[in-house]
């Protein structure tokens, strides 16, 4: 299982960035995925997570982030719409997928991360 994520970069204060996740691979089900953030000398923080249409925010992006899924593509995806970015949100953000997984031994729940892309944003 692979999780692609793309559309991190510098933006400064106030403005907007998408970060978008692909998941492909031997997927069975996905019954959530989300997006988690760490910046340095700071613990993984949740940003926001989908599952079944119901979305959950981390407090600090709430009102500003969107995240949203689409699962009518071959492959499934998550996107991250960020608004009013602000420095604090300057981080590395990756995207994760929980659900079953065919394996070898049979399909397992598991949940998978991608490699992270940094976000950097400039006052």
């Known amino acids: 299982v692979q999780l692609q994520a793309s559309g991190g970069g510098l933006v400064q204060a106030g403005g907007s960035l998408r970060l978008s996740c692909v998941a492909s691979?031997?997927?069975?089900?996905?019954?959530?995925m989300g997006w988690y953030r760490q910046a340095p000398g700071k613990q993984r923080e949740l940003v926001g997570s989908?599952?079944?249409?119901?979305?959950?925010?981390g407090d600090s992006v709430k009102g500003r982030f969107t995240i949203t899924r689409d699962n009518a593509k071959a492959e499934n995806t998550v996107d991250l719409q960020m608004n009013s970015l602000k420095p604090e949100d300057t981080a590395v953000y990756y995207c994760?997928?929980?659900?079953?997984?065919?394996?070898?031994?049979?399909?397992?729940?598991?949940?998978?991360w991608g490699q992270g892309t940094l976000v950097t944003v400039s006052s």
């Open positions: 989908i599952s079944g249409g119901i979305t959950n925010y």
């Open positions: 691979g031997s997927i069975f089900r996905l019954t959530a």
């Open positions: 994760n997928a929980d659900g079953l997984f065919s394996t070898t031994k049979g399909v397992v729940h598991s949940v998978e």
